[in-house]
């Protein structure tokens, strides 16, 4: 974090005045109930682990963290909400894991993810994304009806099908949320429409490089919340229209950014904070019993 407030890993990101408005700003109008769901465990559970490591040889905590890390909720709270954080195509989960310690969203507990877990490799040593965006000897976009897209997509999409039901066993889906950018915000945004179970969270994607695929969901239910950030207008339509035709009207809110990239301005962090203060669960803290005779 430097002196003008600018989080250079992270894309940059222009954060609020300091990490404690932003924690204030997803307190304003979150829901306080209590929970004594087990969504408190102080970590994520063993299955969900073994998933997240099934595709890698993994030996030493150094392999292990170079695929995920996770943290608790931060000052000792409970780990009632879990925001998943997906990076983009090239990039890894360091940053990103670094952008959850800066926002520092109270009884959330954070889990950054690179797409070595199940993504594919890109051409010239450039890093890893969760599917194949390009055509890697034009350098043109795929269409969406590529197969290779589709393939690779769909099976990112189904190992984090996979992960949320893991997941499930200790969160309520409705305490589960993605922030993604890029390949990463696709990814997110169609795990979302094809999810069946209960509704997540929701989920907030950031730049995203195209829509997903055509496949329509095998429920009838109505869809978890999506905010879209994105300096293409036309994209956000697009994808607003898409993903509310199949799971339903007025979930989708949008803003737009002024250039292409990660969060980069007061408005859209405030856009993003005020998207997860409507929906985060903050478990009721009360004070410890005291000793009338003491």
């Known amino acids: ?25 997803a307190h304003d109008g979150a829901s306080t109930e ?49 925001l998943i954080l997906l990076h983009g195509a090239g990039d890894s989960h360091r940053p990103f894991d670094k952008l959850a310690q800066t926002m520092s969203l109270s009884h959330t507990a954070t889990l950054s993810i690179h797409s070595r877990v199940c993504g594919i490799e890109l051409p010239f040593g450039l890093g890893m994304s969760w599917f194949q965006e390009l055509d890697y000897n034009s350098g043109n976009a795929l269409p969406r009806h590529d197969s290779t897209r589709q393939t690779t997509l769909q099976n990112a999409v189904q190992y984090m099908v996979e992960l949320l039901q ?40 950031v730049g995203m490089d195209g829509l997903g695929s055509r496949t329509m969901p095998s429920t ?23 993903y509310e035709s199949c799971r339903g009207n007025n979930l ?8 292409k990239g990660m969060i980069s301005s007061p408005s859209e962090t405030k856009a993003v904070m005020k998207f997860l203060s409507k929906r985060l669960v903050l ?12």
């Open 1 to 25: 974090l430097t002196g003008e407030g600018v989080w250079k890993d992270a894309g940059p990101i222009h954060l609020l005045d300091n990490p404690q408005q932003l924690n204030a700003a």
């Open 34 to 82: 209590t929970t004594t769901s087990p969504s408190s465990a102080r970590a994520i559970p063993k299955e969900a682990k073994e998933w997240l490591l099934s595709n890698n040889s993994v030996k030493t905590k150094r392999d292990r963290q170079n695929l995920y890390l996770f943290r608790n909720a931060p000052n000792g709270c409970k780990n009632t909400n879990l």
């Open 166 to 205: 893991r997941l499930c066993h200790v969160w309520v889906p409705e305490c589960i949320f993605f922030l993604g950018y890029g390949a990463g915000a696709t990814a997110a945004l169609e795990t979302c429409r094809l999810w069946t179970g209960p509704n997540l969270g929701g989920a907030i994607c």
């Open 220 to 242: 009838t239910m109505t869809g978890s919340p999506i905010l879209f950030l994105s300096e293409n207008s036309n994209l956000m339509k697009e994808c607003k229209s898409e």
């Open 252 to 259: 989708v809110e949008t803003h737009l950014q002024a250039k």
């Open 283 to 294: 478990a009721a803290q009360f004070p410890k019993a005291t000793n009338p005779s003491s």
